[in-house]
């Protein structure tokens, strides 16, 4: 699993999809089924990181941002990952579109759901989301958010 932007529109979507196929070819209750597919589409990230009271889905959405704290080679490794599978899209429309998300995480309260991931991996995770966003790499972001704020 990955944060992203979210992962490219098809998938999250394709994965849940996938996931009701494969349980109904191995005779899985609906109701599961259908428990673990929104689980799957949890992880799209549409809406903000405050906590929904659901504990599966708090701590699925958790272990999927959990990256973002963990060491900063795992870190930048996964930020290149998650670029590659935006190879088609233009790279300044990229990490606009990227930076925007990655600064709605700081701007939120909390970037975890959990207690025990908010005390394992929050202030990591903000520290290096804000180096990531103040580095080169997100240069047009900035400059972009820079003159929507002038207009």
């Given at each position: 699993?990955?944060?992203?932007?979210?992962?490219?529109?098809?998938?999250?979507p394709?994965s849940?999809?996938?996931?009701?196929?494969?349980a109904?070819?191995?005779?899985?209750?609906?109701a599961?089924?259908r428990r673990a597919a929104?689980?799957?589409?949890?992880?799209?990230h549409v809406h903000?990181?405050?906590?929904?009271?659901?504990?599966a889905?708090d701590?699925?959405?958790?272990i999927?941002l959990?990256i973002?704290?963990?060491?900063p080679?795992?870190f930048?490794?996964y930020?290149y990952?998650?670029?590659?599978?935006?190879?088609?899209?233009?790279?300044?429309?990229?990490r606009?579109?990227?930076?925007?998300?990655l600064?709605?995480?700081?701007?939120a309260p909390?970037?975890?759901r959990?207690?025990?991931?908010?005390?394992?991996?929050?202030?990591?995770?903000?520290t290096?989301?804000r180096s990531?966003?103040?580095g080169p790499?997100?240069?047009r972001?900035?400059?972009?958010?820079?003159?929507r704020c002038?207009g």
């Open positions: 699993m990955k944060a992203s932007t979210a992962p490219p529109s098809w998938t999250v394709r849940a999809e996938l996931l009701r196929h494969d109904a070819t191995l005779g899985i209750p609906l599961r089924v929104d689980l799957v589409r949890a992880t799209a903000a990181p405050a906590a929904c009271g659901d504990r889905t701590l699925i959405i958790d999927d959990s973002l704290g963990r060491d080679l795992a930048m490794d930020e990952s998650v670029e590659e599978e935006y190879a088609a899209v233009p790279t300044a429309t990229y606009t579109a990227r930076g925007q998300f600064a709605s995480l700081l701007a909390f970037i975890f959990t207690p025990a991931f908010r005390a394992r991996y929050e202030e990591r995770a903000r290096q989301l990531l966003l103040d790499r997100y240069r972001y900035r400059r972009r958010r820079w003159w002038r």
